[in-house]
């Protein structure tokens, strides 16, 4: 049975420093993601999301679902040998998506 490939994934902030690179199963969700990116998340950085529905993770231009998994989520893997593949996170509180709903 051929061995799992992992998948390199760094996550760039705001400010355009990184989070990672972390290497992952194309099993795992977008939602184990989020969750990675709010523990690792630099404690210095003034924006910082609390909890993992904060953070919007994008990939090639398109917002990912929690429920999707990294297979799922249509990123050239097969382009990038042994190459890190770059998120970018996006902090929107609870309480902003709230507002903006309201509007």
């Known amino acids: 049975?051929?061995?799992?490939?992992?998948v390199e994934l760094k996550?760039?902030?705001y400010d355009g420093s990184d989070v990672g690179?972390?290497?992952y199963s194309p099993a795992a969700t977008?939602?184990?993601?989020?969750?990675?990116?709010?523990?690792?998340?630099p404690k210095d950085k003034k924006i910082?999301?609390?909890?993992?529905?904060?953070?919007?993770l994008i990939s090639a231009g398109k917002v990912l679902d929690n429920n999707k998994t990294?297979?799922?989520c249509k990123m050239p893997f097969g382009e990038l040998p042994n190459g890190v593949?770059?998120?970018?996170?996006?902090?929107?509180?609870?309480?902003a998506k709230a507002k903006a709903e309201e509007d």
């Open 48 to 56: 910082a999301p609390k909890v993992a529905n904060d953070v919007k």
């Open 11 to 13: 996550f760039r902030l």
């Open 85 to 95: 593949i770059t998120m970018h996170a996006v902090v929107q509180s609870s309480l």
């Open 21 to 23: 690179p972390f290497r």
């Open 70 to 72: 990294v297979g799922q």
């Open 30 to 41: 977008v939602a184990m993601l989020k969750e990675r990116v709010v523990a690792e998340w």
């Open 1 to 6: 049975m051929p061995e799992e490939e992992l």
